[in-house]
Structure formats: structure tokens, C-alpha cells
């Protein structure tokens, strides 16, 4: 029977395949380790300019990173020992070249690069081919045909919408301020964005603020990297951070979590290695929760504009909003945006349009309870304004000037978006002479560019003058960039600021915010600038 078995196994070539699949894996295993060994040897080529902080052989400066807290204090450090740029290596073979000096910067933002092909690419399986991550032409079309989304007299209406959704998380707040008792700003903060969002740009009511109860005292571990071995193995999700609030939430979390994940783990930039791990698992998991909430949302608005065609008919019966303004766009061969398209806009001004401005609004909030002096001043300010009132209207908006410069200080010292990235489509020289050639990566580093000691004075001081008219015109235009800046700057800022303001001015008109000493926040770098640990304070009610 066996002989018989053996027989037929070799008149099929059994033996002869598998010898053959053997062969074609041990040359494409070469093949690929020969094009990585060349990657990393014109990446080097391209950073002999640039003197750099010391690396091990195998992680480089991976090994660095510890991810608890430590990890902008290094690159800071860094930033002292290396002026205007140095590189950094994630694993033995992607290197950018971290930049953190006005006229770097300048010299990036100003041109037409093209965002990275690495990080913006791990985060395309959520966003899709949205304005964050598209490229050329089609980039410059979607800008053009959603810039009238951001126009005045569609953002007019939203302030009321923001100060509608700021009121109900400060009422929720009510127990905290009769309590005394200590809590995290975030959770609360990113629900509160998202019920904007979804009011303002999608008149879409959630209630994603009151329908569930909001838990604030679970925190995740913090990310070890202690070798390949451990980051393959431990899952950093974090799902318990978000536990009891919305999914959609959640999901935005972890994906963020998981695009960190896979860009500090050199084995996971291989697509199929990711795919086929427990993280990319997650990753298409928390994905379809995504794309399930922003596709119900789409999918409500088309039905209801099934008989509309054109946005004038439909701005004479309500305000207009983003998605009246993304489904009705048309260029000027009448062509609007494929459901594809739609789909990947959605998703991308969904997570900016609440996660960054969740992390600005928590840490101007947190700003406030550390400074109290300039929390009064800040308070004292909108009172005035205000008049009595317990809403915020868009007149408001400019009467509170003192508060808006605090604002741009916490923006400063806490950029919601830490860091942006573009790859060289030809030779770059800075204005030192250095260069760089086509194919490098370039890596803006914002957060120790706004504390660069070159261009703010004591950089680590709280200061509000220092947006003080006569004091921006004294520094370059590009030492502060919390929205970006040049032709793919934020197309929604102006939304973004507003925002701010009516959280900002609201919350000041009803409790003074204390610091809780005995909670640091441990700051860490992912899509948005966040905290490992939270940001705790503590109210009490403004006597009336």
C-alpha cells in the first residue's frame, strides 16, 4: 500500500513541487531582504548630511522609545543636541529626517511634496483615499469641490450647535462639581466632539452624550518595546479606556492605537505580515465599526435628498451643511464625487473633526486648571462677553481676544497633531545649504518646534502674550503650525477654532477648573496628541 501510495505521489510530481515552492520562496525571501538592504543603504546615503543620535545595530532608535510617557522629552532632547534636524531610524531600514526648525519647516510645508508613503498609507484602510491621505490631482479637486464646506456662512449656524453640545457635557459635570471628586477630561471631551461633529456637519443627532454612561477611571498599560518578540505578542487595544461609551469611539481609539503599533513595529510595514497577525485582525475589526457608523449616516442623508439635486434648492430650505455640500458637489464637467469617494471624506472629517479637536479642547482645559491667574483673566473676559447669556452666538466669537491668545498658547505647548510627514519627489536643499535627495522621508516635527529654544523665549513658560499682535509679527510664520500650513494646511480650522472658543468660553462661565496634583499626565504621541494616564481635574461651581 505504501509503495503504491509512493508511486503515484511521484508520477504526479508531488516531490518536484514541493522542492520547486521551496525554491521560489528562498528567492523571493532574497529578493525582498536584497531591496530593503538597498533601501536602507540610500537612506543613509541621503542622511550623511545630518548627524544623528546614536542607534542600535538591529532596532536603531526604536529601542528608544519606551512609549510611558518619555518619548517627546527624548526628541526634544535631541532637538538641543542636533539644531534645525537629525534623523531617526523606525527599525533597520525606514529612516526619516525629524525636522523641528522654523525655516525646515518652511522649506516643506511651502512646497508640493506628497504626504509619506508609509504611516498616511497604514491609515488608508479607514480613511480611504480621503483628503488626509490623496495625492495630486486627485487631491486638488476633492480641496476645491468640499472648500465651500468651510465657508462663513456655513459655519455660522454650527456655533449654536457647539454650544448645544458643550451644555450637555458640562451638565453632566454637575456631580463632579458638587463632589469635588477628581476626573478625566477626554472620554467626556471626545464624546462632546462627536455629538458636534454629527450635529454640525452631518445634522445628525446622536445623542451619543447621554446614551450610555460614561466610565473615566480605566486607564490601558503602557506600550513596551523590549523586543520584537514582546511587540508581536501583547495586544495594545485598549478597549477598556472607552468601556461603557460609543463604539464608534472606540474604534477610532484603537484603530489610532493599532496605525502606532504597525509603524513602530518594522515586521508589520509588510502588508501581508500585518494582515495575517492578530493586530490587522483588529485592525479590519474596529475598521468595520467605523465604516458601519459614518455608512448609516450617508446612507440616511442620501435618502432624504433622493428628490434633490442641486444645493440651491436645498439652501432654500434648511442651513446647508458638509454632507449636503459632499453630495451635491459637481466640477465643472458636472461630475460629482463616486460613493467611494464619499465614503473615504466622510470617514476622514468624521475622526479630524472630533479626535483632534478632542485632544485640543481636553488639554486647553487642563491648561486652564494648571494657571489659574490667567484662568481668571480668561473667565473675566467672557463674562463680559457673554452678558448674561448661556450661549454662544457667532459675534461672541471675536469678543474674547485674551482667551483666543490662551488658547494658541495650549495649542503651542500641546499640538493636537504632533507630527506630519511627506516623502521628496526630487533634491530639497534648506536654506543652510544641506540637502536632501528624492525619495526621502521627511518627518515635521511640531511638537519641539513649538518649543524651539532658537524661537520662543523659555519655551516651557506658559504664556499667553506671546500671541500678543506686536509679538507674532517678531517670529517666522512657521514656528507655529498646529493646523499645518502651505497648500494642504487644515481645510477645517476655522471650524476648529470656533469650536474651542465655545468649549473654552462655556466652560469658564460655569466652573472654575482645578489641577489635580497628584495626576501627571504622561503625553504621548499617536495620530493625536494624547495622555497614557488622562487629564484629571477637578470644578467647582462660578458663583453666580
Excluded at 105 to 120: A, G, H
Excluded at 462 to 488: C, M, T
Aim: glycine share 4%.
Amino acid at each position: 500500500m505504501e509503495s503504491t501510495e509512493g508511486y503515484v505521489k511521484h508520477q504526479l510530481g508531488l516531490p518536484h513541487i514541493d522542492h520547486l515552492i521551496a525554491v521560489l520562496c528562498f528567492v523571493a525571501v532574497v529578493y525582498k531582504l536584497t531591496m530593503l538592504l538597498a533601501q536602507r543603504r540610500a537612506a543613509m546615503q541621503s542622511m550623511e548630511l545630518f548627524p544623528g543620535p546614536p542607534s542600535h545595530w538591529l532596532f536603531r532608535h526604536l529601542k528608544e522609545f519606551k512609549q510611558d510617557g518619555s518619548d517627546l522629552k527624548k526628541i526634544l532632547k535631541w532637538g538641543q543636541q542636533y539644531p534645525y534636524a537629525f534623523p531617526i531610524w523606525f527599525g533597520p531600514f525606514v529612516c526619516f529626517l525629524n525636522i523641528h526648525h522654523p525655516d525646515y519647516v518652511k522649506t516643506i510645508l511651502t512646497s508640493t511634496e506628497p504626504k509619506d508613503d508609509m504611516i498616511y498609507t497604514f491609515a488608508k484602510p479607514w480613511m480611504g483615499d480621503g483628503l488626509l491621505v490623496s495625492e495630486g490631482q486627485k487631491w486638488f479637486r476633492h480641496r476645491r469641490l468640499l472648500t465651500p464646506g468651510f465657508h462663513y456662512k456655513v459655519l455660522k449656524p454650527y456655533v449654536n450647535l457647539m454650544s448645544d453640545s458643550v451644555k450637555t457635557m458640562l451638565d453632566k459635570w454637575e456631580r463632579y462639581a458638587q463632589t469635588n471628586e477628581s476626573f478625566e477630561l477626554f472620554n467626556h471631551v471626545s464624546l462632546m466632539t462627536l455629538d458636534s461633529i454629527m450635529k454640525c456637519a452631518f445634522s445628525y443627532n446622536s445623542n451619543c452624550q447621554t446614551e450610555r454612561r460614561v466610565h473615566t477611571n480605566v486607564f490601558p498599560p503602557p506600550f513596551t518595546i523590549t523586543g520584537l518578540c514582546s511587540q508581536l505578542s501583547e495586544l495594545f487595544v485598549y478597549v477598556s479606556y472607552f468601556s461603557g461609551t460609543n463604539e464608534y469611539i472606540k474604534a477610532v481609539y484603537e484603530i489610532s492605537n493599532l496605525i502606532n503599533l504597525r509603524f513602530s513595529t518594522f515586521p508589520y510595514h509588510n502588508d501581508l505580515i500585518f494582515y495575517l497577525s492578530p493586530h490587522g485582525f483588529r485592525q479590519r475589526k474596529a475598521c468595520k465599526v467605523a465604516h458601519s457608523h459614518t455608512g448609516e449616516v450617508i446612507r440616511k442623508r442620501k435618502e432624504a435628498l433622493k428628490d434633490e439635486n442641486e444645493l440651491d434648492r436645498v439652501q432654500g430650505k434648511r442651513n446647508v451643511d458638509f454632507l449636503d455640500i459632499l453630495l451635491l458637489a459637481r466640477d465643472e464637467n458636472k461630475q460629482g464625487l463616486s460613493d467611494e469617494d464619499i465614503q473615504a471624506e466622510v470617514d476622514t472629517f468624521m475622526f479630524a473633526g472630533h479626535d483632534t479637536t478632542a485632544s485640543a479642547i481636553s488639554f486647553i482645559l487642563y491648561s486652564l486648571a494648571c494657571h489659574p491667574e490667567y484662568q481668571k483673566m480668561c473667565r473675566d473676559e467672557v463674562l463680559q462677553a457673554l452678558d448674561g447669556k448661556h450661549t454662544m452666538e457667532w459675534e461672541d466669537l471675536s469678543k474674547i481676544p485674551y482667551t483666543t491668545m490662551f488658547i494658541k498658547e495650549s495649542l503651542r505647548l500641546y499640538p493636537p497633531v504632533p507630527g506630519m510627514s511627506r516623502i521628496t519627489t526630487k533634491t530639497i536643499t534648506f536654506f543652510d545649504g544641506r540637502t536632501l535627495p528624492a525619495g526621502s522621508r521627511i518627518g515635521t516635527s511640531v511638537y519641539p518646534l513649538h518649543r524651539n529654544a532658537t524661537v520662543w523665549e523659555i519655551p516651557e513658560v506658559f504664556d499667553p502674550l506671546r500671541f500678543l499682535p506686536e509679538n507674532v509679527s517678531k517670529r517666522p510664520p512657521h514656528a507655529f503650525v498646529p493646523f499645518s500650513a502651505g497648500p494642504r494646511n487644515c481645510i477645517g480650522q476655522n471650524f476648529a477654532m470656533n469650536e474651542l472658543k465655545v468649549s473654552t468660553a462655556l466652560t469658564l462661565q460655569r466652573y472654575h477648573l482645578i489641577e489635580d496634583s497628584t495626576q501627571t499626565p504622561q503625553i504621548i504621541p499617536r495620530l493625536v496628541l494624547r495622555s497614557l494616564n488622562g487629564l484629571h481635574i477637578k470644578i467647582k461651581p462660578v458663583d453666580p
